[in-house]
């Protein structure tokens, strides 16, 4: 597992964390206020209203680092279509959209994410600036040439905007049993500064900042015993835990009554979070079925009429920690089949009727589950659930296959949309598709729900993977 997992913690406000927090509120409704000076609309109260609607919704930001210009516009465009899409459904739900002028908000929507993309270039050259570096800088060592120390020492080489100026490492032993790090990753001899004994005096005379300390769990007795050299300095001291041995899922630093502890499995939606989620999930489902409430009506019509059995078909699932739950689909076979053994739709399969087979591509027979979501026990947007028979089968057989359970199943899902859609006829499909509701998890953020909506939209017109 590499070390470039996720691990939440309470960040030091740096200047760096401060701009990051207040670009983009700041671009946003600065945007808007010189477009109402060029149009000479007057600033009434309305506008605070709506300056305080979208700073609400995009602070303290939503940094994105993208390796490339793509990644940086797709990571805009989908946080900035998300903040619309909110203020689009409460402006039409409170008749509030109509106190602004229509012209004006066209150009604010389509201006903005072109404004913020130019502001996140501008901020990127100015942080990693030398200028700004060489105000910002911060020196450190690191205690303990081991892989997680030479993980954190390429980050302060190539992460600019971390403002780490690496001067080395302090080990306790010889330089010839350093070999295997000098050939595999790439160690210098004159990055060893020197033992442990030595780092005391080094960091008084040459005024270092920060001292991370990357020793093995093991080595409890020789940390307490730098840190107890270290209590004559004024330098800071971080302890880099060995924790990414493990498959971390929503890892982070928390407490129990003062006694820290590390989350190493945990679920996205836990405190805040999940209360954003719950909300999200009903205010997005009643938007929604409104215009599709005839649709699911003409649909239950055409499918009592077109073959004998129930509109609705109830299949047992998994749901949030492993719970069995009953999920709604229109029915699309002749089957409804929900015991112990469970075959899954294949194409051309004859179980399937003409109407099944449309509603199946189209994925209008998933319409009912918004029916789950406002029951609380579906998400618009998580792993979709499987039969109760598949999972007692592939938990067995994939490893961490029961993570995806962490969280509520979805309508659609991060799998889906990259193209593990359908059935999953063999184990490296279903694998496939775990590691990305695994990955869901980990990455987890509103933008990302509103980036599988829309490309899910997009997906069921021309999926060939559906039937």
């Given amino acids: 597992m590499s070390y470039g997992q996720k691990l939440s913690y309470s960040k030091e406000l740096t200047p760096q964390t401060f701009i990051k927090m207040l670009i983009d509120p ?5 945007t808007l206020i010189g477009l109402t000076v060029y149009e000479r609309e ?3 109260p309305k506008y605070f209203v709506l300056f305080m609607i979208v700073f609400a919704l995009s602070f303290p930001g939503n940094w994105s680092r993208g390796k490339t210009l793509r990644a940086e516009m797709e990571h805009i465009f989908s946080n900035w279509l998300f903040i619309v899409s909110f203020v689009i459904i409460f402006g039409y739900a409170t008749g509030y959209i109509n106190s602004f002028p229509h012209e004006l908000m066209v150009v604010w929507l389509w201006l903005t994410p072109i404004i913020l993309l130019i502001g996140h270039i501008a ?10 570096t060489s105000y910002a800088n911060r020196t450190a060592v690191i205690v303990g040439v081991s892989d997680l120390g030479l993980q954190l020492r390429n980050k302060m080489k190539t992460e600019v905007e971390l403002n780490l100026e690496f001067k080395g490492f302090f080990d306790d032993r010889d330089l010839p049993r350093f070999k295997k790090f000098i050939e595999t990753l790439y160690l210098r001899e004159h990055e060893i500064i020197g033992q442990y004994s030595l780092l005391s005096e080094y960091v008084k005379t040459n005024a270092i900042d920060i001292i991370y300390i990357a020793l093995p769990m093991t080595s409890q007795p020789r940390v307490l015993d730098l840190l107890d050299d270290l209590k004559d300095t004024t330098t800071s001291i971080y302890f880099v835990p ?19 502890v590390v989350a190493v499995c945990e679920t996205p939606f836990s405190g805040i979070n999940g209360l954003i989620k719950r909300v999200s999930d009903i205010v997005m489902t009643l938007f929604l079925l409104i215009p599709l409430s005839p649709i699911m009506l003409m649909i239950g019509l055409s499918v009592k009429l077109s073959s004998p059995g129930p509109v609705l078909f109830k299949q047992k699932r998994y749901g949030l920690d492993g719970q069995e739950i009953l999920v709604y689909k229109f029915r699309s076979m002749t089957v409804t089949e929900n015991g112990h053994t469970v075959v899954q739709a294949t194409k051309n399969d004859k179980r399937v009727t003409k109407l099944g087979a449309f509603l199946r591509k189209t994925s209008l027979d ?12 579906m998400s618009i947007v998580g792993p979709r659930p499987h039969a109760v028979s598949h999972n007692e089968t592939y938990r067995k057989i994939i490893k961490g296959y029961m993570i995806r359970h962490k969280v509520k199943p979805g309508i659609t899902g991060w799998a889906q949309v990259n193209g593990l859609r359908g059935e999953t006829d063999t184990i490296d499909k279903m694998q496939a598709r775990i590691e ?3 990955d869901y998890l980990r990455q987890w953020s509103l933008a990302l729900d509103t980036k599988i909506i829309f490309r899910t939209v997009f997906l069921v017109f021309m999926d060939a993977q559906a039937y």
């Fill in 26 to 30: 700041v671009l946003i409704i600065a």
């Fill in 42 to 44: 007057p600033l009434d």
């Fill in 123 to 132: 901020i990127s050259k100015f942080l990693s600036s030398i200028q700004y």
């Fill in 242 to 260: 060995d924790i990414f041995m493990f498959d971390l899922i929503q890892a982070r630093i928390d407490d129990v009554a003062g006694i820290p």
């Fill in 366 to 377: 998933e319409l009912p589950q918004f029916i789950n979501v406002l029951q609380g026990r």
């Fill in 436 to 438: 990305y509701d695994i």
